[in-house]
Antibody, heavy 122, light 112 residues
Framework: EVQLVESGGGLVKPGGSLRLSCAAS????????MSWVRQAPGKGLEWVGR??????????DYAAPVKGRFTISRDDSKNTLYLQMNSLKTEDTAVYYC?????????????WGQGTLVTVSS | QSVLTQPPSVSGAPGQRVTISCTGS?????????VHWYQHLPGTAPKLLIY???NRPSGVPDRFSGSKSGTSASLAITGLQAEDEADYYC????????????FGGGTKLTVL
């Protein structure tokens, strides 16, 4: 059974930093493209970014609102995905979900974690 | 303002059929990019419902179906059940300046 468990959320001041983790199990993590999606309070889903497998180059892509501030990385030896968030703004307040990404051509978000809440406030 | 437009809410009685529309443009759905649909109950993990416009993942009941035409896509739910009450999101890719994954604004389905 695929399991994705996010952690690391919490309260942080504007301008601060936070690192989220996503522990994966139930599938071959090193073969999976991974993504982060967030949902601000009372709002819809918003894509944050994606990382490919090392075999596919390990490249990353980011949504415009977070580009240059957020960094996605992976540790295949630990089956863990990370989201480093710097220069946080109040509008980054959201539940952050870790997802798998189909890489066979559909590019859908196949499995999701339960999410971790990040609150940016002074 | 989402790139993909969905109605904020739809409703139906148990057993009825409802549809949720997702309207895009020639830089996303109309450009041939796949549309995917997700079901989200607040406080839980979102769930993939339809991928590649019309395909159901294993375990998703055939009461759920997807379609796509031109710059729009639709999710249909037949034989509505109380457990279907949730938020539904469409998702695609946009090749305009942002070149990004895009979601619709979401539709709240109420089972009367």
């Amino acid at each position: 059974e695929v399991q994705l468990v996010e952690s690391g959320g919490g309260l942080v001041k504007p301008g601060g930093s936070l690192r989220l983790s996503c522990a994966a199990s139930g599938f071959t993590f090193s073969n999976a493209w991974m993504s982060w999606v967030r949902q601000a309070p009372g709002k819809g889903l918003e894509w944050v970014g994606r990382i490919k497998t090392k075999t596919d180059g390990g490249t990353t892509d980011y949504a415009a609102p977070v580009k240059g501030r957020f960094t996605i990385s992976r540790d295949d030896s630990k089956n863990t995905l990370y989201l480093q968030m710097n220069s946080l703004k109040t509008e980054d307040t959201a539940v952050y979900y870790c997802t798998t990404v189909d890489s066979s051509g559909w590019y859908s978000f196949d499995y999701w974690g339960q999410g971790t809440l990040v609150t940016v406030s002074s | 303002q989402s790139v993909l437009t969905q109605p904020p809410s739809v409703s139906g009685a148990p057993g009825q059929r409802v549809t949720i529309s997702c309207t895009g443009s020639n830089s996303n759905i109309g450009a041939g990019y796949h549309v995917h649909w997700y079901q989200h109950l607040p406080g839980t993990a979102p769930k993939l419902l339809i991928y590649g416009n019309t395909n159901r993942p294993s375990g998703v009941p055939d009461r759920f179906s997807g379609s796509k035409s031109g710059t729009s896509a639709s999710l249909a739910i037949t034989g509505l059940q109380a457990e279907d009450e949730a938020d539904y999101y469409c998702q695609s890719y946009d090749s305009s300046l942002s070149r990004s994954v895009v979601f619709g604004g979401g539709t709240k389905l109420t089972v009367l």
